[in-house]
C-alpha cells in the first residue's frame, strides 16, 4: 500500500528536480558569467563589468517609447564615472527592430547620440532568448522576461542582485535613479 503512494510521489520529484537544479544553478551564476556580442561584432564580456552596476535595456527602434534613449545616454554620462554601465539590446521580439546591426548604431548615435554600449540583436525572451535574459529571469523567479521594449533590469555591483522596472518606468523616474545611486553607494572605493 505505502509502495502505491510513493510511486507517484517518486515520479513527481523526477519530474521536478531537473528544474529546481536549474533554477538553484541560476542563483548561484552572476553576470560576470555571461557575454553578449557588441554591435560591431566583437566579443562584450560581462566579466569586464565586475564590481560595477549595470542598467541592461532591451532596445527598439520603432517603439513608441525609443525617446527612452535620450534618457538612457542622459544616465550613462551622469553615473559612468560612479561605476554605472547602461548596455542597450536592441531586439526585434516586439516586431520593432527590423534593422540590421549597422542601421541601429547609426540610428542610435545619429538620432539619440549613444555612446553606451550597445549588443547586437537578440532575443530577450521565451527559449530563443539570450542566456543573460534566460539568467534574469531564473533569477527573478521566472517573472523577468520583458513584457515590452525598454524593459530595464538593474543588477547589482555583486553581479547577482537583479531589479526589474517595467517600460513605463523612463531613465529619468524617481525610482530608477533612487535605485542606481542606491546600488552605486554600495560600491566600495579603491583600497590604497
Not at 527598439?60 to 561605476?83: I, K, N, P, V
Not at 540610428?107 to 542566456?131: I, M, N, Q, R, Y
Request: charged share 20%; hydrophobic share 40%.
Amino acid at each position: 500500500m505505502l509502495k502505491k503512494f510513493m510511486l507517484p510521489i517518486i515520479a513527481m520529484a523526477m519530474i521536478l528536480a531537473p528544474s529546481i537544479i536549474l533554477a538553484g544553478a541560476a542563483k548561484r551564476q552572476k553576470l560576470s558569467d555571461f557575454a553578449f556580442t557588441s554591435i560591431d561584432g566583437s566579443p562584450l564580456p560581462m566579466s569586464a563589468y565586475q564590481g560595477k552596476v549595470v542598467l541592461i535595456v532591451n532596445t527598439a527602434s520603432f517603439c513608441g517609447f525609443t525617446r527612452q534613449y535620450e534618457g538612457l545616454q542622459a544616465l550613462w554620462e551622469r553615473y559612468q564615472d560612479q561605476g554605472l554601465v547602461v548596455i542597450g539590446v536592441p531586439s526585434n521580439d516586439f516586431r520593432q527592430e527590423p534593422d540590421g546591426e549597422e542601421k541601429i548604431a547609426q540610428f542610435c548615435k545619429g538620432a539619440f547620440g549613444v555612446t553606451f554600449p550597445l549588443t547586437e540583436k537578440v532575443s530577450v525572451k521565451g527559449d530563443s532568448a539570450h542566456a543573460i535574459y534566460k539568467w534574469i529571469n531564473a533569477s527573478l523567479d521566472g517573472k523577468g522576461e520583458p513584457g515590452w521594449n525598454f524593459h530595464k533590469f538593474l543588477i547589482g555591483a555583486d553581479g547577482a542582485s537583479v531589479t526589474s522596472f517595467s517600460t513605463r518606468v523612463t531613465p529619468q523616474s524617481p525610482e530608477l535613479t533612487a535605485a542606481i545611486e542606491r546600488q552605486l553607494a554600495e560600491i566600495s572605493p579603491p583600497k590604497s
